[in-house]
């Protein structure tokens, strides 16, 4: 079992910044992949981001340059960086943890990011 909480969301105009955090109740060295996923208002969710336990990323297209995912071994909490945030990029961001080794995967539960224009 994995517990993911998510922190970080809020009310931001366009152009600002903000962090996410997702905190793991599992060391994130046991974790194959973790990953940051966002859902908008009546679309289907969709991948931001992920990294490895080895330390490789991969970013959706809409979200290159803009946003960094990275981990912080000792505190099993990884982050996202969000720059120059667009009104689009407004959804619930879901923080998930891929077992593979397990076939199990775990979802935080969300944190809000809104962005005005």
């Known amino acids: 079992q994995v517990q993911l909480v998510e922190s970080g969301g809020g009310l931001m105009q366009a152009g600002g910044s903000l962090r996410l955090s997702c905190a793991s109740s599992r060391s994130i060295f046991s974790i194959n992949t973790m990953g940051w996923y966002r859902q908008a208002p009546g679309k289907q969710r969709e991948l931001v981001a992920t990294?490895?336990?080895?330390?490789?990323?991969n970013y959706a297209d809409s979200v290159k340059g803009r946003f960094t995912i990275s981990k912080d071994n000792a505190k099993n909490t990884v982050y996202l960086q969000m720059n120059s945030l667009k009104p689009e990029d407004t959804a619930v961001y879901y923080c998930k943890a891929d077992l593979t080794y397990l076939g199990r995967n775990y979802w935080g539960q969300g944190t809000q990011v809104t962005v005005s224009s």
């Open positions: 990294i490895t336990n080895g330390g490789r990323t």
